[in-house]
């Protein structure tokens, strides 16, 4: 069974930085889209940005030139570099795949903006 796991999130300020890191228990990541989403209290999860494996990527109007994705095929990692961040950013923050399958779904890290 393959497991994610997110991490790196915490508590910012409006206008600072964080970065995420997604890291997959075994080499799927060369097989999917991957995503990193986002749930806030009382909304529905949301896709914020995607990749794809030959690097090509897309992100939300509401992030776009704010956060970029990478990913590391031989590592098993993607990650979520978030900058310049706002209060509405705040969330739980996920990976999964894109479209996303049930069986990815992990913990998630919180992500909080706020002074």
């Known amino acids: 069974q393959v497991e994610l796991v997110e991490s790196g999130g915490g508590l910012v300020q409006p206008g600072g930085s964080l970065r995420l890191s997604c890291v997959a228990s075994?080499?799927?990541?060369?097989?999917?889209?991957m995503g990193w989403y986002r749930q806030a209290p009382g909304q529905q999860r949301e896709l914020v940005a995607a990749?794809?494996?030959?690097?090509?990527?897309n992100y939300a109007d509401s992030v776009k030139g704010r956060f970029t994705i990478s990913r590391d095929n031989a590592k098993n990692t993607v990650d979520l570099q978030m900058n310049s961040l706002k209060p509405e950013d705040t969330a739980v923050y996920y990976c999964?795949?894109?479209?996303?399958?049930?069986?990815?779904w992990g913990q998630g890290t919180q992500v909080t903006v706020s002074s």
């Open positions: 075994r080499s799927i990541f060369k097989f999917y889209v």
């Open positions: 999964n795949t894109n479209p996303p399958q049930a069986r990815f």
């Open positions: 990749i794809v494996s030959s690097g090509s990527t």
